[in-house]
């Protein structure tokens, strides 16, 4: 079983256990307007709607009344989350913002999710919900 604090490409950072959740209600599910980079041809940061279940599953939509069109299974998908900082090949970032609002999930298959908080505190909470459910699925 792999240890939530490392992975064979990177370590995990620490996480602030006192960071604020946000949208998160008492059914465990925390949800907001992230950017999310992507595209087919031309890829590009675009807001979307995140939604993070008791289940651990992270649906994306277009926006809040939207069904997902994409959905990750933390517990079959995400190999680890990373910081803005430590991507090495992080795209250009619209203006104003910065590393430090940025986080990437690792997923199988060599795929991943680059997603865009507009603070770094939004960052980090988002992040901190996603790694709360990345522990808990591996123990």
Same mark, same amino acid.
């Given at each position: ?48 709607? !995140?939604? &993070? /279940?008791?289940?651990?599953? $992270? *649906?994306?939509?277009? @926006? ?40 990437? !999930?690792? &997923? /199988?298959?060599?795929?991943? $999710? *680059?997603?865009?908080? @507009? ?21």
């Amino acid at each position: 079983m792999c240890s939530p604090n490392s992975h064979k490409y990177f370590s995990l950072p620490a996480v602030d256990c006192d960071t604020q959740f946000g949208s998160m209600n008492v059914f465990g599910i925390h949800h907001g307007v992230l950017r999310m980079y992507g595209g087919f041809i031309f890829k590009q940061w675009k807001k979307r709607f !995140l939604r &993070l /279940t008791a289940e651990g599953s $992270l *649906l994306v939509c277009h @926006d809040a009344l939207s069904p997902p069109h994409q959905a990750v299974l933390l517990q079959r998908n995400c190999e680890a989350i990373v910081e803005g900082k430590e991507i090495l090949d992080l795209p250009k970032l619209p203006s104003g913002a910065s590393k430090d609002s940025c986080f990437a !999930l690792i &997923l /199988t298959q060599n795929k991943y $999710l *680059l997603l865009l908080a @507009d603070t770094p505190t939004d960052c980090r909470s988002t992040r901190f919900c996603c790694f709360i459910f990345y522990i808990i699925i591996l123990e």
